[in-house]
């Protein structure tokens, strides 16, 4: 009985969290919007090639939107020294063991970004496809990565963070011909828990869709704009 209760308070207590995150979440958005920034929130499994994507979207996008970067990890400075050395103002967050990064820690970080003078902020969450999907960090679009060697069902093992994406990534697609991973069926997953989704088939190594990427956040940036002026 008494363990009844103690799971019982632990369920409340995290709905209390999960309620403050989103009244958090909800603030940032709107602080964002009415700058004109748009606020990307990337989620994937560690190593499925978000830094490396940011890197290479920094490269292409840089006489076309000024790019600011949020970096969660529970150890290391590493993604914020890759991207500070193209010259993104970037701000490393480290949990020091929390799996995920929650809107109050992007709210803090956010104050140490120049957003007055940038277009788009991505924040990299931490490594991991089940907390981070749990906590909406105020971004106006959520993107999730699935790398070709970690196996297409892996969609259907954490379906919260394909559920809830609008845009799912496919990255690393030049290994497919090093690896048993079938497109079809990965999209065929993704659209039954997110007919909405837009999926694209990317590679940082080659470049492969890369341009279908920048166009989807030039089309995301003219959304933004747009709803500063209604
Ligand atoms: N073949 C291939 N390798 C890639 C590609 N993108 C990234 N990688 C490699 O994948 C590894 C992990 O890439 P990262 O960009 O560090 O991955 P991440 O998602 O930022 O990793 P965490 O921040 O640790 O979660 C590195 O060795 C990259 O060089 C790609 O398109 N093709
Ligand atoms: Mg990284």
């Not at 606020?39 to 978000?50: F, T, Y």
């Not at 076309?64 to 990890?73: C, E, P, Y």
Request: aromatic residues 6%; proline residues 3%.
């Amino acid at each position: 009985m008494a363990n009844a209760e103690g799971q019982w308070k632990q369920v409340l207590m995290l709905e209390r969290l999960l309620q403050a995150n989103e009244l958090i979440a909800e603030r940032l958005r709107e602080r964002l919007t009415d700058a004109g920034v748009l606020l990307i929130n990337m989620l994937s499994s560690p190593g499925s090639g978000k830094t490396t994507l940011l890197e290479a979207t920094v490269k292409a996008l840089s006489d076309k939107l000024r790019v600011g970067a949020i970096l969660g990890d529970v150890a290391t400075e590493r993604d914020y020294e890759r991207l500070s050395a193209y010259g993104v103002p970037a701000v490393q967050i480290v949990t020091g063991g929390e799996c995920h990064l929650e809107a109050a820690m992007v709210e803090q970080a956010m104050h140490r970004l120049p957003i007055e003078n940038l277009s788009v902020v991505f924040i990299e969450n931490v490594g991991n496809l089940v907390c981070p999907a749990e906590f909406r960090l105020g971004e106006h679009f959520r993107v999730t990565l699935l790398s070709v060697p970690e196996g297409e069902d892996k969609v259907l093992k954490y379906p919260h963070a394909f559920r809830t994406a609008d845009a799912v990534l496919i990255t690393k697609v030049d290994l497919l011909e090093h690896v048993r991973f079938n497109v079809e069926l990965a999209e065929g997953y993704i659209h039954s828990l997110n007919p909405n989704a837009r999926v694209v088939k990317l590679s940082a190594l080659t470049g492969y869709g890369l341009d279908e990427w920048l166009s989807l956040l030039l089309e995301w940036h003219k959304d933004v704009l747009q709803r500063v002026e209604l």
